[in-house]
Nanobody, 122 residues
Framework: QVQLVESGGGLVQAGGSLRLSCAAS????????MAWFRQAPGKEREFVAA????????YYADSVKGRFTISRDNAKRTMSLQMNSLKPEDTAVYYC???????????????WGQGTQVTVSS
C-alpha cells in the first residue's frame, strides 16, 4: 500500500515556473513506477510524465516535452515535476500516481494522490 500526497500547486503567470512534489509513504516506494497526470474542468484525465522505478527512464506527453522535467528521490520517497514556460492550457489539477508493474500513459495506476491545483494566467 502506498499513500501519495501532492504539493506545490498554485497560481502563476504564463511563462512562469512551478515545482510540484509528491511525497509517498508505505513500503517499497523505490520499486514503483511513478507518473503525473492532470485533469482540466470538463476534460478527461491525461498523462503528463512518468518515470521508471530506478529513474533510468522518463516519459513525457508531447504537450509538455522540453518544458517539464520529472524526477524522483527514492531515498526521500519523493517525486517532483519541474514545470517551466507554463501556458494557460497547463491549467489543471495535477495528480501523482504509482503503479507496481509498469509505466502507463492511461490513468490506470494502482495508487493516486488527492491532486494539487495549478492555474496559469495569461
Amino acid at each position: 500500500q502506498v499513500q501519495l500526497v501532492e504539493s506545490g500547486g498554485g497560481l502563476v503567470q504564463a511563462g512562469g515556473s512551478l515545482r510540484l512534489s509528491c511525497a509517498a509513504s508505505g513500503r517499497s516506494f523505490n520499486t514503483y513506477y511513478m507518473a503525473w497526470f492532470r485533469q482540466a474542468p470538463g476534460k478527461e484525465r491525461e498523462f503528463v510524465a512518468a518515470i521508471s522505478w530506478s529513474a533510468g527512464r522518463t516519459y513525457y506527453a508531447d504537450s509538455v516535452k522540453g518544458r517539464f522535467t520529472i524526477s524522483r528521490d527514492n531515498a526521500k520517497r519523493t517525486m517532483s515535476l519541474q514545470m517551466n514556460s507554463l501556458k494557460p492550457e497547463d491549467t489543471a489539477v495535477y495528480y501523482c500516481a504509482a503503479d507496481r508493474t509498469m509505466v502507463r500513459t492511461r490513468p490506470e495506476y494502482d495508487y493516486w494522490g488527492q491532486g494539487t491545483q495549478v492555474t496559469v494566467s495569461s
